[in-house]
């Protein structure tokens, strides 16, 4: 019997609005308005998109935001896709408290406080059966704070601030995505809260480490910049990888179109750096193919380079399928393969519990993700998940 795989980590954005010198707020009582009403429905739409959204307690306690998805026809599209109507709303604590006033109380959605064991039992007499409320231990980390939430099914979590909580998931090396909204102006008060203000540990996302750039949009006079702030681990995913995973995401864009399933790539690779086989979703007019069972139907399964051979897929291998008997993690499990590189999980929203990744980890094979190309291999399939 093979035990249970831990919940893999959700993938997280940072979401943040900053004037050009970087503060997120100024330092008077009222809230700072940054945004335009064009950019509040991009950040809507991100909270239909994520299965948590959080804050700090000191935003809770500066903004009173309820965190709800605000346009009817997004929530009534979460409904239809077997969802709750509003993503889980995630507060972090410390031992400050936290009013049951507060809106995010009161308004839609699963509240869950996450808070040092030392500050939940006043945490708890404060809010009373208002939200959940789970204590982290002698203190509260970023890395808790995600398996916690990978437990509960979390795939994909928007981290809405303040400062300290960037900072947190930030420094922790845990956030896969910012997206910085810039607004025209300046603010120009030393003691107003910025962004990512300094913190205890370094952020790997420094100077010497550049982030990608995905893209920039404007939105009326707000400029919207979307970092992939993840790096690659340089230490187990190599340059040789990053560019057996443009080879796949260049054959993921050979798929016949669809409307209704991913446009994959795959590329099984030996040892030695040489090529063993190839694959793409509904190769060879089989609609139902998928890119690693493709690649993996053109070997032998004798070949003995299989055994110390790369599978790259840009997407995480599947777990479970309807029009198969065997889904992929399942194949490349059976193949023997022990090294799999992949660029891009996709969001719980769609499929509601693939778990390539931890049923391949716990078959004892290495999974290892190259987030600087998950943008390029999601782009490939943006008609499916950008549904808004
Ligand atoms: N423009 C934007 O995009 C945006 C978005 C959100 C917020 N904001 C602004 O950000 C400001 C609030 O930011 P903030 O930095 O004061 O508060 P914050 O980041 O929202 O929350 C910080 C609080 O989280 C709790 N906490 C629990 N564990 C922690 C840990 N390991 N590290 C740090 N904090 C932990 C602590 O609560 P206790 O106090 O209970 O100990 C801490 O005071 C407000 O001015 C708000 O308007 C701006
Ligand atoms: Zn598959």
Aim: aromatic share 4%; with cysteine; glycine share 8%.
């Amino acid at each position: 019997m093979s035990p249970e795989p831990p919940p893999a980590r959700p993938f997280v954005l940072i979401s943040a609005a900053m004037s050009v010198d970087g503060h997120i707020d100024d330092a008077t009582e009222a809230r700072l308005m940054l945004s335009t009403a064009e950019d509040f429905d991009r950040v809507d739409a991100l909270r239909a998109q994520s299965d948590a959204v959080l804050v700090g307690a000191g935003t809770l306690r500066a903004d009173d935001p309820r965190l709800e998805v605000r346009d009817a026809a997004r929530r009534e599209a979460r409904l239809a896709r077997g969802l709750t109507e509003h993503p889980l709303k995630v507060a972090l604590a410390g031992h400050g408290g936290l009013a049951p006033e507060l809106r995010l109380w009161h308004s839609g959605g699963a509240k869950l406080v996450l808070a040092p064991d030392a500050a939940v039992p006043g945490l708890r007499a404060s809010l009373g059966g208002l939200a959940e409320v789970v204590g982290t231990g002698a203190g509260l980390d970023a890395a808790r704070v995600l398996d916690e939430l990978a437990a509960r099914g979390v795939r994909r979590l928007m981290v809405e601030g303040g400062g300290a909580i960037q900072s947190l998931f930030l420094t922790a090396g845990l956030v896969d995505e910012i997206q910085l909204a810039v607004a025209p102006f300046f603010v120009g008060e030393a003691s107003a809260p910025r962004f990512a203000p300094p913190a205890a540990r370094a952020f790997p996302q420094d100077a010497t480490h550049r982030m990608t750039l995905l893209g920039a949009q404007t939105l009326g006079d707000v400029v919207v910049l979307r970092y992939a702030a993840r790096r690659e681990d340089a230490s187990l995913v190599t340059q040789a990888d990053l560019d057996w995973m443009r080879v796949a995401i260049d054959l993921s864009r050979q798929c016949p179109p669809s409307e209704t399933a991913y446009s994959v790539g795959a590329v099984v690779v030996a040892a030695d750096g040489t090529e063993i086989a190839r694959g793409f979703s509904r190769e060879g007019g089989d609609d139902k193919a998928h890119a690693e069972e493709s690649a993996l139907g053109k070997i032998d399964p004798s070949d003995p380079r299989l055994r110390t051979a790369t599978i790259y897929s840009t997407l995480e291998p599947c777990s479970v399928r309807a029009s198969r008997p065997s889904p992929c993690a399942e194949l490349i499990r059976t193949a023997g393969i022990g090294r799999v590189v992949l660029a891009w999980r996709e969001p719980a929203l769609f499929v509601a519990d693939c778990q390539g990744v931890e049923l391949l980890e716990a078959a004892g094979a290495t999974v290892l993700e190259t987030p600087s190309l998950a943008e390029e291999a999601r782009a490939v399939n943006a008609h499916l998940v950008n549904p808004n």
